[in-house]
């Protein structure tokens, strides 16, 4: 092969892997290269979950074949097979041997591997989304506040989905009124199993390489089931439809020991990589309403998800970096304390999320923002190390989507760019949507004392120590009224405990 030249090298990331990329569309199997390859540094840049790396790499080695299988020369750097650290230090060997005229690459999501290819290749824009980043910098352009839901109204219109002769169907934009219910003392009951997806030869040989490499790297590889090709997340995605879209919206913000998956779609690391588009997965939502199998509320709570929540983030992410990623509006400056990496906590709603999250890479939304995310944003965390925590231990983790959720709507690091307020609550919300205090030592309902929920002591410590900041913000104005009410020695009391807290 080292005599014959490609006409171009085009290059497939670990997150583009769709027949519709972009790179593909022009790129003719005779004379065009495809280029991809597995280096160390996607895994270690943070302290990636076993599954996370796992994920990556055995959906990499599919597409490669489903490219060589279509007629495609693909060039592929296996792991263990080079020495060079990172991409832009294997692409570069690659471009001095083969000498290409042209290098082409889709733009990348993350504004990281952007930068460090952006001499060396040509980008073409990423067509996977419904909202090009110059679209959603037009929008934004003048506005005071980039409100979600502004923008998520404007998507349904612009791309006709649940519209109903330019209304919202079923009369509403949302129905979180019927939605977002907590299942009470009798629980969920039987739940639709996740789909199974046993590894095949390429995922097992994968399981080893990680292990070998990445034995120390936190996670397991134990429950290893995750969609690794376009026909796997297919699959997913008709088994959600089928079996808990009609009950995704009730259930959306629920919790309940033992349960990690509940309603939900288990969608995200397949779209991420781009195994889905969203456009079917959102066409396929609104059919099953439009059929009666799923009534409005669910349909439009998860399409929200997906149209809005997911087109925002990234909208957000491309207007402010790579500025965003140092803010911390809040100087909030603390560690991220160590059970983080273990969930060796007696805090039974925090172990319960980070096992979980360890066991299959995975925890849903309410479960990482008002478990995981609000204890740090309580105890005052400093933001960068949350980010890199949630950017490791989540199979579907990638900087463009985690990075506003984690450091803006998780943890007002961006001052409400994103949020009008922190998602700050005590212990009572856990309570009320879970049965994790159930089986705690602590009570959410007790600020000071030997039996006081440590959510419930930092919530008032919070409001406390960002005065300052955030006393004239008017959606926390009923807060701040109560927090006043606190006696000067409760106070006290408050704010020692809270200091041991954050002491560990
Ligand atoms: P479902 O609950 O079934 O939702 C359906 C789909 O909607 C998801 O698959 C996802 O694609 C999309 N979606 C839902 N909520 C959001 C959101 N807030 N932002 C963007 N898309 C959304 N999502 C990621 O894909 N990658 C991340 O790295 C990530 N990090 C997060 C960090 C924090 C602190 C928080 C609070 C949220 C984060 N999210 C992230 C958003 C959300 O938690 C996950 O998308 C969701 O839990 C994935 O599980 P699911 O596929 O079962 O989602
Ligand atoms: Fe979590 Fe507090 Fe409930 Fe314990 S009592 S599970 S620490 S919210």
């Excluded at 207007?319 to 007696?346: C, I, K, S, V």
Aim: net charge neutral; glycine share 6%.
């Amino acid at each position: 092969m080292s005599d014959v030249k490609p006409a171009s090298l085009r290059l497939v990331l670990g997150d583009q892997l769709s027949r519709d990329n972009p790179v593909l569309r022009d790129a003719d199997p005779a004379c065009d290269w495809i280029w991809m390859a597995e280096v160390p540094t996607e895994a270690t840049h943070v302290w990636s979950h076993k599954a996370r790396i796992a994920l990556f790499l055995s959906a990499m080695r599919h597409f490669r074949d489903e490219l060589k299988a279509a007629g495609y020369t693909v060039i592929y750097h296996v792991l263990d097979t080079h020495d060079f650290p990172s991409l832009r230090a294997t692409l570069d060997a690659d471009l001095e041997h083969y000498a290409p005229a042209q290098v082409l690459c889709t733009q990348p999501g993350d504004w990281r591997v952007r930068n460090s290819l952006a001499d060396a290749v040509r980008f073409r824009a990423d067509t996977h989304f419904l909202c090009a980043s110059s679209e959603f910098a037009d929008w934004a352009r003048g506005r005071k506040r980039l409100v979600m839901e502004h923008f998520y109204r404007r998507m349904r219109k612009a791309h006709a989905v649940l519209m109903d002769d330019g209304k919202p169907a079923g009369g509403a934009w949302n129905f979180d009124k019927s939605n977002r219910k907590s299942f009470g003392r009798e629980g969920p009951g039987m739940l639709p199993p996740p789909p199974a997806f046993q590894p095949d030869r390429i995922t097992r040989e994968v399981l080893t390489a990680v292990e070998e490499h990445f034995g120390t790297h936190p996670g397991s590889l134990a429950q290893f089931n995750w969609p690794v090709t376009r026909q796997q997340a297919l699959a997913a995605l008709d088994d959600f439809i089928t079996h808990r879209l009609p009950a995704f919206g009730a259930w959306q913000d629920a919790l309940w020991t033992g349960e990690p998956f509940l309603y939900h779609s288990l969608l995200s690391a397949a779209l991420n990589l781009k195994l889905l588009n969203p456009r079917e997965v959102i066409a396929a939502a609104e059919a099953a309403w439009q059929k009666g199998h799923a009534d409005i509320a669910a349909a439009e709570g998860f399409i929200r998800q997906i149209l809005g929540w997911r087109e925002y983030v990234r909208g957000i992410y491309w207007l402010t970096m790579p500025d965003y990623l140092e803010r911390n509006a809040l100087n909030a400056q603390d560690a991220l304390p160590d059970f983080y990496w273990t969930g060796e906590t007696d805090m039974q709603c925090l172990h319960e999320v980070i096992s979980q999250t360890l066991e299959f890479g995975y925890a849903h939304h309410i479960q990482r923002l008002m478990v995981t995310g609000l204890y740090a944003l309580l105890l005052g965390v400093r933001p960068q190390a949350v980010h890199e925590w949630y950017l490791a231990v989540y199979v579907d983790a990638v900087e463009w989507v985690e990075l506003p959720n984690t450091l803006g709507m998780s943890q007002f690091g961006d001052g409400g760019l994103l949020g009008t307020k922190p998602y700050a609550a005590t212990g009572k919300y856990i309570q009320r949507m879970s049965n994790y205090c159930d089986g705690c030592r602590f009570d959410p309902a007790q600020r000071t004392g030997d039996n006081a929920c440590p959510f419930t002591t930092l919530y008032w410590d919070f409001l406390d120590r960002n005065r300052n900041s955030l006393a004239d913000n008017h959606r926390l104005g009923f807060q701040y009224k109560n927090l006043d009410r606190i006696s000067v020695a409760e106070m006290q009391a408050i704010r020692k405990a809270a200091r041991r807290l954050r002491n560990g």
